[in-house]
């Protein structure tokens, strides 16, 4: 028998639901430079984004309005949009790249420049032949050793410089990483490198020069097409199809009834986002509002309808523009989701205040209008509204016609966002053992989070049905026992979610001085 000693077991049950990223929307838009149809970058900063797909332009609103929410807090995967003469072939996009700048070598003896390697920008557009390289001796003066800078002529801000370079030796094509720093930092460039093996030179130094990009071009208009895409060539709302982290989606510089068509079936295909519509702010009537709302014939949970337009500060020109207010409407929805969560109201006095606006460009806000703003909300339209001085969204609508609460935006967001929060967690016990055990081991998985949402607000109760406390497969209530031996388990989840308030009606009742309050309790 061994020594007496005390022995320690650690069991791990401390797997729960992550966290969903907040504050992310996917929009798409035209820009003067960037990828196209390529969303990979979450773009947290507005001096970040600029690097990339530039600044502010008179020939579209995209920038203005990115610029806009990236300041209030929010997160951006964007999706540059430009035309292609067949939207299901990414090989006829019609925006061209410059010509490639050769860079030789300098010849210490008699010989013409052999090419060393090739600097061509990253992604199509005539502003590429806006930016320069500068190839220079070598910050150390140091023989052999060269810099690269890359600047913008009408952008100061946008520069990259890459000192003190240097070839080793004469690599060839696969071994060459001499310009490994570049080739990691560039926003604006790729590298082509060039065998070396055939060099004349013994050391290849590049040869000084500046020159500009030349060749590239923005291509033919974008087209509805362009921004509504193609499945199959991931172009489009399709372009976001590999990502999963935003709440919404919208269009930010193309007012067009088969885009928002289109936007909308993408959204409920999916049904893990919202797709948010600013209708023009040339409707000024309620009448007007509500039969454009009518003639998109859209009837589904996953689009919020909004209308009335904002009026901002053109941080360009320094005039008022005329929003249309779907950058506001993504602002408090990601302000809403920050600070309080998905599944509350990001409209009315306490979430649906709009910072540094000027106006609205068609109020209803005001007590003469008030059955024209009950008549907008209810075909299911949210408004920014001026009232008591402030510029507020009005309205938790979906743009579901059906009398259910998933009418309600708030409550298609929570089912959103328990199923993004869900997902996750419950795959990590795919191809586990289909039993009671893993039933019960799921179930105090996900409690605690389904707690927090009773405690948060956002549900009454819940119930968790699931037969995770049944005593063997003869008496489940909610699964077949046939299923289960087939791989298949089956919970319901039954939700008593909380709503906002959207009417409060005040009695009042005026009466005599001398009459107590009692009295008047048995009168009314």
Same mark, same amino acid.
């Given at each position: 028998?061994?020594?007496?000693?005390?022995?320690?077991?650690?069991?791990?049950?401390?797997?729960?639901?992550?966290?969903?990223?907040?504050?992310?929307?996917?929009?798409?838009?035209?820009?003067?430079?960037?990828?196209?149809?390529?969303?990979?970058?979450?773009?947290?900063?507005?001096?970040?984004?600029?690097?990339?797909?530039?600044?502010?332009?008179?020939?579209?609103?995209?920038?203005?309005?990115?610029?806009?929410?990236?300041?209030? +807090?929010?997160?951006?995967?964007?999706?540059?949009?430009?035309?292609?003469?067949?939207?299901?072939?990414?090989?006829? %996009? @019609?925006?061209?790249?410059?010509?490639?700048?050769?860079?030789? *070598?300098?010849?210490?003896?008699?010989?013409?420049? #052999?090419?060393?390697?090739?600097?061509?920008?990253? /992604?199509?557009?005539?502003?590429? $032949?806006?930016?320069?390289?500068?190839?220079?001796?070598?910050?150390?003066?140091?023989?052999?050793?060269?810099?690269?800078?890359?600047?913008?002529?009408?952008?100061?801000?946008?520069?990259?410089?890459?000192?003190?370079?240097?070839?080793?030796?004469?690599?060839? !094509?696969?071994?060459?990483?001499?310009?490994?720093?570049?080739?990691?930092?560039?926003?604006?460039?790729?590298?082509?490198?060039? *065998?070396?093996?055939?060099?004349?030179?013994?050391?290849?130094?590049?040869?000084?020069?500046?020159?500009?990009?030349?060749? +590239?071009?923005?291509?033919?208009?974008?087209?509805?097409?362009?921004?509504?895409?193609?499945?199959?060539?991931?172009?489009?709302?399709?372009a976001f199809d590999d990502y999963d982290e935003a709440m919404q989606l919208g269009v930010l510089d193309f007012d067009d009834d088969t885009i928002h068509v289109a936007g909308a079936a993408y959204a409920d295909n999916r049904k893990d986002l919202i797709y948010q519509i600013s209708l023009s702010n040339n409707l000024s009537t309620a009448d007007a509002i509500i039969t454009k709302r009518e003639l998109l014939n859209i009837d589904t949970q996953f689009v919020e309808?909004?209308?009335?337009?904002?009026?901002?500060?053109?941080?360009?020109?320094?005039?008022?523009? $005329?929003?249309?207010? !779907?950058?506001?409407?993504?602002?408090?929805?990601?302000?809403?989701?920050?600070?309080?969560?998905? /599944?509350?109201?990001?409209?009315?006095?306490?979430?649906? !205040?709009?910072?540094?606006?000027?106006?609205?460009?068609?109020?209803?806000?005001?007590?003469?209008?008030?059955?024209? %703003?009950?008549?907008?909300?209810?075909?299911?339209?949210?408004?920014?509204?001026?009232?008591?001085?402030?510029?507020?969204?009005?309205?938790?609508?979906?743009?579901?016609?059906? $009398?259910?609460?998933?009418?309600? @935006?708030?409550?298609?967001?929570?089912?959103?966002?328990?199923?993004?929060? %869900?997902?996750?967690?419950?795959?990590?016990?795919?191809?586990?053992?289909?039993?009671?055990?893993?039933?019960?081991?799921?179930?105090?998985?996900?409690?605690?989070?389904?707690?927090?949402?009773? @405690?948060?607000?956002?549900?009454?109760?819940?119930?968790?049905?699931?037969?995770?406390?049944?005593?063997?497969?003869?008496?489940?209530?909610?699964?077949?026992?046939?299923?289960?031996?087939?791989?298949? /388990?089956?919970?319901?989840?039954?939700?008593?979610?909380?709503?906002?308030?959207?009417?409060?009606?005040?009695?009042?009742?005026?009466?005599?001085?001398?009459?107590?309050?009692?009295?008047?309790? #048995?009168?009314?």
């Amino acid at each position: 028998m061994p020594a007496a000693k005390v022995n320690f077991g650690t069991k791990n049950l401390t797997q729960t639901v992550p966290s969903t990223v907040k504050g992310v929307n996917f929009v798409e838009g035209r820009t003067i430079r960037g990828p196209v149809n390529d969303p990979s970058i979450i773009f947290n900063s507005w001096p970040n984004f600029v690097k990339v797909h530039g600044g502010l332009t008179n020939d579209t609103d995209t920038p203005r309005l990115v610029k806009r929410i990236l300041e209030n +807090g929010g997160s951006i995967r964007f999706n540059r949009v430009a035309h292609y003469t067949d939207i299901t072939d990414p090989e006829t %996009l @019609t925006a061209i790249k410059p010509d490639a700048i050769v860079i030789e *070598d300098a010849p210490t003896g008699l010989g013409a420049n #052999e090419p060393l390697f090739s600097l061509v920008p990253k /992604y199509p557009g005539a502003d590429y $032949n806006n930016v320069k390289v500068a190839v220079e001796n070598g910050s150390n003066n140091q023989p052999g050793f060269f810099n690269i800078i890359i600047s913008h002529d009408t952008d100061p801000t946008l520069r990259e410089e890459y000192r003190n370079l240097f070839i080793n030796g004469k690599p060839t !094509l696969g071994h060459s990483t001499y310009l490994k720093s570049l080739v990691e930092g560039s926003k604006l460039v790729d590298v082509i490198y060039n *065998d070396l093996t055939l060099l004349t030179d013994e050391v290849a130094v590049p040869i000084e020069k500046v020159v500009n990009f030349t060749g +590239g071009a923005d291509g033919d208009p974008v087209v509805a097409t362009d921004y509504i895409g193609d499945s199959n060539s991931r172009t489009g709302f399709y372009a976001f199809d590999d990502y999963d982290e935003a709440m919404q989606l919208g269009v930010l510089d193309f007012d067009d009834d088969t885009i928002h068509v289109a936007g909308a079936a993408y959204a409920d295909n999916r049904k893990d986002l919202i797709y948010q519509i600013s209708l023009s702010n040339n409707l000024s009537t309620a009448d007007a509002i509500i039969t454009k709302r009518e003639l998109l014939n859209i009837d589904t949970q996953f689009v919020e309808f909004v209308a009335g337009g904002v009026k901002i500060l053109d941080q360009l020109t320094g005039q008022i523009l $005329n929003s249309s207010g !779907l950058a506001d409407l993504m602002i408090l929805s990601n302000k809403t989701s920050q600070n309080y969560g998905e /599944y509350y109201s990001h409209a009315g006095n306490t979430r649906g !205040l709009v910072n540094n606006a000027l106006g609205v460009v068609n109020n209803f806000g005001s007590p003469a209008t008030s059955k024209d %703003l009950d008549n907008i909300i209810d075909a299911g339209i949210n408004m920014f509204i001026n009232r008591d001085g402030q510029i507020k969204l009005w309205g938790n609508r979906s743009a579901s016609y059906t $009398n259910d609460q998933e009418r309600f @935006t708030s409550i298609v967001r929570l089912i959103i966002f328990i199923k993004k929060s %869900l997902r996750p967690t419950l795959e990590d016990f795919l191809e586990e053992p289909n039993d009671i055990p893993t039933w019960k081991r799921m179930y105090f998985t996900v409690k605690p989070f389904m707690d927090s949402l009773v @405690t948060q607000r956002a549900l009454y109760s819940y119930e968790w049905q699931g037969d995770q406390f049944a005593k063997g497969l003869d008496n489940l209530t909610i699964n077949d026992a046939t299923d289960v031996t087939n791989g298949k /388990y089956v919970v319901r989840i039954v939700l008593k979610a909380i709503g906002s308030i959207q009417e409060i009606n005040v009695d009042m009742v005026l009466t005599p001085g001398g009459i107590s309050f009692e009295i008047v309790n #048995e009168l009314i």
